[in-house]
Antibody
């Protein structure tokens, strides 16, 4: 059974860099899936940040493109999110998720989610 | 500003049917059948309940169904039960730049 678990600092100062890791168990990242980061400000809706394909190719939300980087760990057991120049607007629960695959096709849906980790940006 | 429009809240009595709308544009729902729906309980991660407009993942109740007409997708909950009280989010692939767009979410209340 595939499980995802986010980890990283829960508190950041403004202008700092947010770094989160998503540990994948029960499956390999090298298995034709898209691996994504999605966030949810407290009491608000979901926002897709970007995803990385097992090959290493990436797509990002244009509203964050200059600040966001998603990468796969060389061990192929986790992937990471890096968001620079954070402000209070980046305070949110950050989820990692796996893209749903049917055969060789990405269904543009997310079937496995981590529990989420709250990141607060405050001085 | 979310790309997909959802009502903030809907409510119904146990046993009734309830429909949540999700309105997009020709860049997303109107052109692609990559519409998905997620159910989220307070303090929990979202759970995929519908993908490809109307397909249900294994284990999802048959009381939940999806459809689409033009630029609007819909989620219908039949035989409303107390356990259906949650937030529901629609999502779609988009060719406008932001590849994956979500709605703001709809809170379902069982009266």
């Amino acid at each position: 059974q595939v499980q995802l678990q986010e980890s990283g600092p829960g508190l950041l100062e403004p202008s700092g860099t947010l770094s989160l890791t998503c540990s994948v168990s029960g499956d390999s990242i090298s298995s034709l899936y898209y691996w994504s980061w999605i966030r949810q400000p407290p009491g608000k809706g979901l926002e897709w940040l970007g995803y990385i394909y097992y090959s290493g190719s990436t797509n990002y939300n244009p509203s964050l493109r200059d600040r966001v980087t998603i990468s796969i760990d060389t061990s192929k057991t986790s992937f990471s999110l890096r968001l620079t120049s954070v402000t209070a607007a980046d305070t949110a629960i950050y989820y990692c998720a796996r893209g749903l695959r049917s055969g060789d096709y990405f269904e543009h849906a997310f079937d496995i989610w981590g529990h989420g980790t709250l990141v607060t940006v405050s001085s | 500003q979310p790309a997909l429009a959802q009502p903030a809240s809907v409510s119904g009595s146990p046993g009734q049917s309830l429909t949540i709308s999700c309105t997009g544009t020709n860049y997303d729902i109107g052109t692609y059948n990559y519409v998905s729906w997620y159910q989220q309980y307070p303090g929990k991660a979202p759970r995929l309940i519908i993908y490809d407009v109307s397909d249900r993942p294994s284990g999802v109740s048959h009381r939940l169904s999806g459809s689409k007409s033009g630029n609007t997708a819909s989620l219908t909950i039949s035989g409303l039960q107390a356990e259906d009280e949650a937030d529901y989010y629609c999502s779609s692939y988009s060719s406008s730049g932001t590849l994956e767009v979500f709605g703001r979410g709809t809170k379902v209340t069982v009266l």
